[in-house]
């Protein structure tokens, strides 16, 4: 059997924490606070998050370079028949551009390159969904072929208490940060075809739990759920959004989780999501080129 090993950067959160044990995670760097720490190595997350909140400039943030990911594969390709590298979305970051640019460098070794399209708790769904196939046998380009299917079915949307960070990162224009700013407008993002985008505002907390739980039962089959906050203590925000779910959705568990700084440093530390894996149809389906 191929034996496979999974990289990937720090920004995947993982629902099982003992999926992170099994692969290879690749620092991004951050500029905090006038230090300089790599992710989730010299800072946690909600160290990171605590900082955030005390300033109101966006941190700097870089991801692994080029030659980190070359020292990373060679090392791999001396104990594994081949790697998967799956990453942030080649349109929030360039972890997957320098990724591959490394694989090609490291040209011995059975190197696949896949770009998550998302980021956070859903890159780390894709992650955990590749060690599974790699655990059951699967053929390392039949593993990209499914995670191209799994890709379709995850979806993510965020809330975001404060506009700062959204606007530094170009994520919500000038004017309609000003105006966010005057009118208290909490913001809605949603990951799609790659990309943070702002899809919707709320004026209030109450609304923004409220159309998180419309985000959350649209989705009939749901296979795995998790909610996302800056801290490991459970927020106001979670238990409101746990006691809606729980009412629209009786037996089913909504775990939490803190999303990494790498996402605090986009959008700000003091944001909730929820992300969603639909259970599959028949068809898989997918045709998206990660050589493009």
């Known amino acids: 059997m191929t034996t496979i090993h999974i990289v990937t950067d720090s920004s995947a959160c993982f629902v099982n924490p003992a999926d992170a044990t099994r692969v290879t995670i690749v620092p991004h760097v951050l500029e905090l606070g006038g230090q300089t720490y790599r992710e989730g190595i010299d800072i946690s997350a909600e160290d990171a998050h605590q900082i955030m909140g005390k300033q109101t400039t966006a941190p700097r943030l870089f991801p692994p370079s080029v030659k980190d990911y070359v020292a990373v594969y060679s090392k791999l390709a001396q104990h594994y028949d081949a790697i998967i590298s799956i990453h942030t979305s080649r349109e929030i970051l360039t972890s997957w551009q320098n990724a591959r640019a490394a694989a090609q460098q490291v040209g011995h070794s059975k190197i696949l390159v896949f770009d998550s399209q998302t980021i956070c708790a859903s890159q780390g769904m894709l992650i955990s969904a590749a060690l599974q196939q790699a655990d059951d ?156």
């Open 137 to 292: 046998g699967v053929d390392p380009d039949e593993i990209i072929w499914r995670l191209r299917g799994i890709t379709e079915r995850i979806y993510a949307m965020y809330y975001v208490e404060s506009v700062g960070y959204l606007h530094q990162n170009r994520i919500m224009s000038p004017a309609h940060a000003i105006l966010g700013n005057l009118l208290g407008i909490k913001p809605f993002l949603a990951v799609e075809e790659g990309r943070l985008r702002l899809v919707e505002k709320v004026r209030s907390r109450i609304q923004a739990i409220e159309r998180l739980v419309e985000f959350v039962i649209e989705f009939t089959e749901i296979e795995q759920a998790v909610i996302l906050q800056p801290r490991h203590t459970i927020t106001e925000q979670t238990r409101l959004l746990q006691e809606r779910l729980a009412v629209e959705f009786p037996g089913m568990t909504f775990d939490y989780g803190v999303y990494h700084a790498s996402l605090g440093a986009l959008i700000g530390a003091d944001a909730t999501g929820v992300v969603i894996l639909e259970k599959p149809s028949d068809y898989l389906g997918g045709s998206y080129d990660d050589e493009d």
